[in-house]
């Protein structure tokens, strides 16, 4: 899948406080089976590039094109191919809908035609992707997990829709280092299957381990859009940028298991 945003202006806005404009004139273009992460510094809009990248959100002005149709204008056209795309919030338990965790993978695969015996057998190789027991949680609410387990689940529900690309805000946010690791493997696995994958995220190893390109956010705009290894090996801009070049996250174990 490609993503395009031409000439974005997006602003956030609340009914108690004023117009806060994060984009002014944004444009991207993101190709398909890219890998792609998106960094900056805390409210640099990254979260923000994702929704519009997804659809979720609609911008002020500018185009957004999905697989070179405009999104927005074809509505139907929209609504179609955003069924193809996976996406993970940053805070996972935003995005849960269902009573159970078992009627979470069936509800979302049955939107993009998966039978109820496939979204099962689905199901069960996720969960265990993530490290997570299926016999045990299945029927568990998915707003009863701890934010790691939280995390792993909103990464084995990306795993078992088999997207054509997929979204992920902060993944390995709270997961500890065995949690990291299988976030990573999760990506990695949805990448060479063909999938074109976009990362924001504060974390150096996550963007050494998954993608490619890096594409950097400033200030509303794009303050450089290269390769990882360039971004990677250039100390003063990760500094720049909020990032340490020997920094290593593996997350906080007592985060990963929470209230288990």
Same mark, same amino acid.
């Given at each position: 899948?490609?993503?395009?945003?031409?000439?974005?202006?997006?602003?956030?806005?609340?009914?108690?406080? #004023?117009?806060? &404009?994060?984009? =002014?004139? *944004?444009?991207?273009?993101?190709?398909?089976? &890219?890998?792609?992460? %998106?960094?900056?510094? $805390? !409210?640099?809009?990254?979260?923000?590039?994702?929704?519009?990248? !997804?659809?979720?959100?609609?911008?002020?002005?500018?185009?957004?094109?999905?697989?070179?149709?405009?999104?927005?204008?074809?509505?139907?056209?929209? $609504?179609? %191919?955003?069924?193809? /795309?996976?996406?993970?919030?940053?805070?996972?338990?935003?995005?849960?809908?269902? #009573?159970?965790?078992?009627?979470?993978?069936?509800?979302?695969? +049955?939107?993009?035609?998966?039978?109820?015996?496939?979204?099962?057998?689905?199901?069960?190789?996720?969960?265990?992707?993530?490290?997570?027991?299926?016999?045990?949680?299945?029927? =568990?609410?998915?707003?009863?997990?701890? *934010?790691? $387990? @939280?995390?792993?689940?909103?990464?084995? *529900?990306?795993?078992? @829709? +088999?997207?054509?690309?997929?979204?992920?805000?902060?993944?390995?946010?709270?997961?500890? @280092?065995? !949690?990291? $690791?299988?976030?990573?493997?999760?990506?990695?696995?949805?990448?060479?299957?063909?999938?074109?994958?976009? %990362?924001?995220?504060?974390?150096?190893?996550?963007?050494?381990? %998954?993608?490619?390109?890096? /594409?950097? *956010?400033?200030?509303? =705009? /794009?303050?450089?859009? !290269?390769?990882?290894?360039?971004?990677?090996?250039?100390?003063?801009?990760?500094?720049?940028?909020?990032?340490?070049?020997?920094?290593?996250?593996?997350?906080?174990?007592?985060?990963?298991?929470?209230?288990?």
């Amino acid at each position: 899948m490609t993503f395009e945003l031409h000439n974005i202006r997006y602003c956030w806005k609340t009914r108690h406080a #004023p117009v806060n &404009e994060i984009f =002014r004139d *944004l444009s991207v273009q993101i190709g398909h089976g &890219e890998s792609v992460g %998106v960094v900056g510094r $805390e !409210g640099s809009g990254k979260t923000t590039m994702l929704t519009l990248l !997804g659809g979720l959100v609609k911008p002020d002005q500018g185009d957004v094109r999905l697989n070179g149709a405009d999104c927005l204008s074809d509505k139907a056209y929209g $609504e179609q %191919v955003r069924l193809k /795309i996976a996406f993970t919030f940053q805070f996972p338990d935003e995005q849960f809908l269902c #009573p159970t965790i078992q009627e979470e993978f069936r509800d979302l695969l +049955h939107l993009r035609g998966v039978t109820a015996e496939e979204s099962q057998g689905r199901m069960v190789e996720a969960l265990h992707a993530m490290g997570m027991n299926p016999e045990t949680l299945c029927d =568990r609410s998915p707003f009863s997990l701890s *934010l790691g $387990e @939280s995390r792993r689940m909103a990464l084995a *529900l990306a795993l078992a @829709s +088999h997207p054509e690309a997929a979204l992920f805000d902060e993944p390995t946010s709270g997961l500890d @280092s065995e !949690g990291t $690791e299988r976030a990573v493997q999760a990506l990695r696995a949805l990448h060479q299957a063909g999938a074109t994958i976009v %990362v924001a995220t504060h974390e150096v190893d996550l963007l050494r381990h %998954v993608v490619r390109r890096v /594409i950097v *956010l400033d200030e509303g =705009r /794009i303050a450089l859009d !290269g390769s990882t290894a360039d971004f990677l090996r250039d100390p003063s801009l990760l500094r720049r940028f909020g990032y340490e070049e020997d920094f290593r996250t593996t997350g906080d174990a007592r985060e990963e298991h929470g209230n288990d």
